[in-house]
T-cell receptor, first 112, second 112 residues
Framework: RKEVEQDPGPFNVPEGATVAFNCTYSNSASQSFFWYRQDCRKEPKLLMSVYSSGNEDGRFTAQLNRASQYISLLIRDSKLSDSATYLC?????????????FGKGTHLIIQP | NAGVTQTPKFQVLKTGQSMTLQCAQD?????MSWYRQDPGMGLRLIHYSVGAGITDQGEVPNGYNVSRSTTEDFPLRLLSAAPSQTSVYFC???????????FGPGTRLTVL
């Protein structure tokens, strides 16, 4: 059962470039969406929530496409410190943690 | 405000031994959960709780027990450790599943 799918990468991107990756989800009843960042051997941390209208936080832009059931993350002017694994998280709203599905992550490597 | 704390950070067990992984949060979150993360598998939900006295099984509950006697603490017990339980274990808490999940730093467990 693949409810949330991500391209595992790695995406090798030169510093300063723009990179984008998507996450597809299978449950059309999904209610809320998130991008988390996980550094090597560290815990996941929230990067940003994804709203229906899209949202932007500095160099990061997240968008939701309900019709095609995917969310995207765009990183502009990438920095070396952006190197990490980016996890897509989808909530189908059961009220418990069983409603959350984590993607396996997309590994991003920013090269100098 | 320490957030989510986990102990121990590292543990090596022999097959058949039992132990308890500790998790505590000081944010007064009702929702707490335990995940395991294995290479290529992403985060998988073991058990979760929506409040003190209430627990439920996640995707991979076999071999693990939990209890939630207080809002702050959510220990995970391994009943009889097996090599298949070698993994990184993360505890998380939140106000709800629609909100930010705060993860602890993880426990790296090896079962020989």
């Amino acid at each position: 059962r693949k409810e949330v799918e991500q391209d595992p990468g790695p995406f090798n991107v030169p510093e300063g470039a723009t990179v984008a990756f998507n996450c597809t989800y299978s449950n059309s009843a999904s209610q809320s969406f998130f991008w988390y960042r996980q550094d090597c051997r560290k815990e996941p941390k929230l990067l940003m929530s994804v709203y229906s209208s899209g949202n932007e936080d500095g160099r990061f832009t997240a968008q939701l496409n309900r019709a095609s059931q995917y969310i995207s993350l765009l990183i502009r002017d990438s920095k070396l410190s952006d190197s990490a694994t980016y996890l897509c998280v989808v909530n189908i709203g059961t009220g418990g943690a069983d409603g959350l599905t984590f993607g396996k992550g997309t590994h991003l490597i920013i090269q100098p | 405000n320490a957030g989510v704390t986990q102990t121990p950070k590292f543990q090596v067990l022999k097959t058949g031994q039992s132990m308890t992984l500790q998790c505590a949060q000081d944010m007064n979150h009702e929702y707490m959960s335990w995940y395991r993360q294995d290479p290529g598998m992403g985060l998988r939900l073991i058990h979760y709780s929506v409040g003190a006295g209430i627990t439920d099984q996640g995707e991979v509950p076999n071999g693990y027990n939990v209890s939630r006697s207080t809002t702050e603490d959510f220990p995970l017990r391994l009943l009889s450790a097996a090599p298949s339980q070698t993994s990184v274990y993360f505890c998380a808490s939140s106000y709800s599943t629609a909100d930010t999940q705060y993860f602890g730093p993880g426990t790296r467990l090896t079962v020989l």
